[in-house]
């Protein structure tokens, strides 16, 4: 696009108005963003981290027969059926989740823990509790999947912010020495410099973090999308066929073994049972994932036959999906240790008085702000004299 007046308005109202729409959504997910970064530090503080107080070989890599502990599980709970069972990378935690249907929705789930070396049932899974309210306020603003669909939009448009307002600043680049604050003029001028500074300064992290946010707004429709795609071409031999009934649910311990025949050297993070959303109505679908940090984040399914125990198939999942899981530990930068968790939290506050200053800049804009900035951005320009 040629740079001319007309061309520096449309990047001006494009920064202006992705901002002003999502700045005060974006204020609230930085100030939620903050303590779910340390939510395994803040858990542990309260003892809710099961994994930092049980000894013995990851649940992940031996223990009890997982048909063992899931008798023990259903016994708990006699008239609900297996929905998910999930294992730790670091303890002998494992986790199993009923509820009273296969297509249970999450609120009618239960999440049952177990130590897999001793068999002991630790419990259900604590309720409420102020993380809770935090997380569901950051992901969907406790309205389910419109507010995560909403979040993701808002996500989308601060991008679009930070790519027009590095268009608008980068002439200023030119003519003024890198961080420059021209904290001797007016007020207004020195808050501008400071959130055009700011604002290059994290644009990177900004850009990973608004890309991220906005995918894993919508994970449910990219996992509905694998299940109606992927998922339904794995297991076309058993279309027409009726969903088992648990009752002829066969050996999750048969099926975790044929299954890490087909993917030997990757370690099972999850089962998804028969009926759910992360399964067919005939499979158990055992999800493994790397031993790197990031790759620990990319899963590979293997489905295997519920009743007889015999491996379907076992694929890599669709890039897209892929993204998805990569995306949420780069979002919460959980993925290098307390380090990169402080860096992560460092960099929040930044953002959190960029968007503040851009703000006060808005409120205190003054008449004919639009063509003021405009005019200023050309007379910046390296080019300012041929411009129009």
Known sequence: MAVTRDAIRIWYLTHKWSSIVSTLFLLMLCVTGLPLIFHDEIDAAFDEDYDSTLAGAPSAQAGLPLDEVLATALADRPDEVPLFMAFSQDSPLLTVTTGPSPDAAGEDMTLLFFDRTSGQTLGPAPSGGVMDIVLSLHTDLMLGLPGMLFLGVMGLAFVLSLVSGTVLYAPFMRRLPFATLRTGRTKRLGRLDQHNFLGIVTLGWALVIGLTGAINAFADPLTDAWREGELAEMTAAYEGSAPLVP??????????????????????QFIGFPGGAWSSGHHYAIFFQGDRPLTSHVLTP?????????????????????????????????????????????????TIWVLWT???????????????????????????????
């Open 247 to 268: 009752s002829d649910y066969g050996s999750i311990d048969a099926a975790m073994a044929a299954a890490q025949t087909a993917l030997p050297g990757l370690s099972p």
């Open 302 to 350: 293997a489905l295997v036959d519920a009743e007889t125990g015999e491996l379907t198939d076992a694929a890599s999942m669709p890039i897209i999906n892929q993204a998805l899981m990569l995306s949420k530990p780069l979002h919460f930068g959980d993925y290098g240790g307390l380090p990169l968790k402080l860096l992560w939290a460092l960099l929040t506050l930044v």
């Open 358 to 388: 851009g703000v006060m800049l808005w409120l205190r804009r003054g008449s004919g702000h639009v063509d003021r900035r405009v005019s200023e951005i050309l007379q910046a320009h390296p080019h300012a004299a041929n411009l129009k």
